[in-house]
């Protein structure tokens, strides 16, 4: 999460198959609601986003991406467990080059060396867009649908 009073910039990968998403779930233990968005990570000093989400990829899954290529933009500002945050968004469409990761009973752990990220899973689009499971940034599902 962004520090107080700085904007963070992300780069996430919409990864699409048959109706499903590829996001990973959070959760907020201050409002408890549960969300999920598609995975990335920060975009460091130096580095396109395609180059970030390409390499957050390979660092958190271990997973290659191929065929990355920049779908747009959201900028969020919202509130994360009790803390504003303001995050630019640069979200990319892309393909996993292993082939078995499109089993929709497929999960993967998102990890950090040792500490758990978060779990990511195919989930329905339909969800999001029935309002039945909120996916952020807001904004993406309009992005998904022009692109």
């Known amino acids: 999460m962004a520090k107080h ?7 996430l990968a919409a990864l699409e198959h048959v109706g499903h998403l590829f ?3 959070g959760y907020d233990r201050v409002t408890g609601e549960v969300f999920y968005r598609p995975l990335g990570g920060r975009v460091e000093f ?3 986003g395609a180059q970030a989400v390409v390499r957050e990829f390979q660092e958190e899954l271990q997973q290659r991406l191929i065929d990355v290529r920049y779908l ?3 900028e ?4 994360y467990e009790g803390q504003p945050a303001h995050e ?10 292993d082939a078995a990761l499109y089993d929709l009973a497929r999960t993967l752990e998102a990890r950090d060396g040792d500490r758990l990220l978060g779990v990511a899973s195919w989930q329905p689009l339909a969800r999001f867009q029935r309002g039945e499971a909120r996916l952020y940034p807001v904004g993406l599902l309009a992005l998904l649908s022009l692109g």
Do not use: N
């Open 46 to 48: 130096g580095e396109y």
């Open 88 to 97: 630019v968004v640069l979200v990319y469409r892309a393909r996993f080059a």
């Open 5 to 11: 009073g700085k904007i963070r910039v992300l780069a």
């Open 72 to 74: 747009g933009l959201c």
């Open 76 to 79: 969020s500002l919202f509130t």
């Open 23 to 25: 996001v990973s779930e």
